[in-house]
């Protein structure tokens, strides 16, 4: 097998020998490779496995056989080590998976059973080995295994920069090395991982029991991401921002592009410094590694905090004072807001025109600033409400607006009340809303600008105080076409990105 070409390793944990077979021709027919994790079986069932693996000969395999510290059950060292040394090597498999300390242990004792040329040799590091990244490397340069193999957890995506940087000295050393990022903030090591030099990405075969942090599903991989058709000249967008594990901009950009044929792939990138990340992953000046950035979406919370990081932005975004799409052109960074007419859009169609509403905003970070700045251009009136009021002075200042303190503020007479906050987004803010029904009552409409989930407890509590209520998933869709038509130069196939959206929500 030419490790030179992509390759997919799609890992599969199965518990019951009996459906072992079945599950490894199953996950032959999706991917390049299959990785069995032999720790998923305990010491009593290994070898009734280990029988029906030896019928499995014509299938590319790896074999692993992890500790505990490394998701594997509880199989101590010293079995692991008899079981190289009896079985493991006998096993008709394409490669094996040693962890260092059994290839150190094998390699000093001279031990004759070893094919290094079947050997991948690897470490799981999970804790600080994002920065010992070279120190491990070295470590395993020093095994004669064909294939190196470094997983770490990257506490911040641009951490990447670090993972990558590491594939492309691997490459020059004339080593093959897999290199992966664990967990949420590391999805673009797996995602280009391969056209960056790495020999395998990992997939899971059952998107409910992955084998490691952050291991993407095959379906994600091929279908979302279309890593088949990814290579060096492939451009990538991506989204900013702490957390993005909830965000559908992955799921309706890269249907965006597939729909149109581009060569670009969008990626989540959970960034706590955006400076940084602008520094060493996307500024032509500065950028440790070239990714082909084409550009970025920006979500909370840096919105605001990314501006100084640019070198130019569009006077709607000036007026706003908060940036959520970046686009990498001439060696420059240029900020732009889509949020305004995304927002706009998705009120107008349902109320026709604002002149002369009066409008509540609930929240003062960078949505809450694309809101009002657009209620008032449109000749809307509009006030905020905020749990801290000191944290409004920017917005009030800005706009000349007046700001309340939303916990005993009644919003009744207003024509449109607005959740330009988080809560109710998916994940851990999901239960909680900004306002309770009786708050509400009196108010014509409530428009929650968090799109994930539909509804959310904030449009529960106004549909049981009478209110006509409307969802943010219409706004998302038309700021993220708006973000696609500044990036591309094209018009963005909305209808095609409002279906990938709304899949993507029925499938939770």
């Not at 998976?97 to 079947?118: F, N, P, Y």
């Not at 400076?275 to 919370?301: C, D, K, Q, Y």
Request: hydrophobic letters at 45%; one cysteine or more; aromatic letters at 6%.
């Amino acid at each position: 097998m030419s490790t030179a070409a992509r390759r997919i390793c799609v890992s599969i944990c199965e518990t019951d020998v009996a459906a072992l077979t079945t599950t490894i021709r199953s996950a032959a027919e999706l991917g390049d490779i299959v990785e069995i994790r032999l720790d998923c079986f305990t010491e009593e069932q290994l070898p009734l496995a280990i029988a029906e693996l030896r019928t499995q000969s014509s299938i590319p395999t790896i074999l692993t056989l992890r500790p505990h510290a490394d998701g594997g059950r509880d199989i101590n060292g010293d079995y692991r080590i008899r079981f190289w040394r009896q079985s493991g090597f006998s096993l008709p498999a394409t490669f094996v998976d040693l962890e260092v300390d059994i290839a150190e242990q094998l390699l000093a004792e001279g031990d004759t059973i070893v094919d290094w040329s079947r050997v991948i040799c690897s470490v799981h590091d999970f804790h600080d080995g994002i920065n010992d990244l070279n120190l491990l490397y070295e470590r395993l340069a020093r095994i004669p295994a064909r294939v190196l193999k470094i997983a770490v957890v990257p506490d911040d995506a641009v951490d990447n920069a670090s993972i990558f940087r590491l594939l492309s000295r691997a490459k020059s050393e004339s080593r093959e090395l897999i290199a992966i990022g664990m967990g949420t903030a590391g999805i673009a090591t797996r995602v280009l991982g391969p056209s960056h030099g790495s020999v395998f990405t990992y997939a899971a075969f059952d998107p409910r029991r992955p084998t490691a942090p952050g291991q993407p599903s095959l379906t994600e991989l091929v279908d979302q991401y279309r890593i088949n058709q990814i290579n060096e000249a492939t451009q990538v967008a991506g989204l900013i921002g702490d957390p993005v594990s909830h965000s559908l901009s992955p799921q309706i950009h890269n249907a965006a592009f597939k729909a149109q044929d581009l060569n670009a792939v969008y990626i989540p990138f959970e960034v706590r410094d955006c400076g940084a990340f602008i520094r060493r992953m996307v500024h032509p000046r500065t950028r440790e590694i070239n990714l082909n950035m084409w550009g970025l979406s920006v979500t909370s919370p840096h919105k605001r905090g990314v501006i100084e990081h640019l070198d130019s932005i569009d006077p709607v975004a000036f007026e706003i004072g908060a940036v959520n799409t970046i686009i990498v052109e001439h060696k420059l960074l240029r900020g732009y807001n889509t949020d305004a007419i995304g927002f706009i859009s998705a009120l107008k169609q349902r109320i026709g025109h604002l002149r002369g509403l009066r409008c509540a905003v609930i929240g003062a970070g960078g949505v809450a600033m694309a809101a009002i700045y657009t209620l008032l251009a449109e000749g809307a009136s509009a006030n905020i409400f905020v749990r801290d009021i000191g944290r409004a002075k920017a917005v009030t200042e800005k706009f000349g607006v007046r700001a309340s303190e939303v916990e005993n503020s009644s919003f009744d007479g207003y024509d449109v009340v607005i959740n330009a906050t988080g809560l109710g987004t998916a994940g851990d803010l999901e239960g909680y809303t900004p306002v309770a029904a009786a708050q509400l009552r009196g108010a014509r409409l409530a428009y929650d600008l968090v799109y994930n989930p539909t509804e959310t407890r904030f449009l529960r509590e106004a549909e049981q105080a009478g209110c006509e209520t409307l969802g943010g998933l219409s706004m998302f869709v038309a700021q993220a076409a708006e973000q696609f038509r500044l990036w591309t130069g094209r018009q963005a196939p909305a209808g095609v990105m409002h279906a990938a959206a709304a899949g993507a929500l029925s499938r939770q």
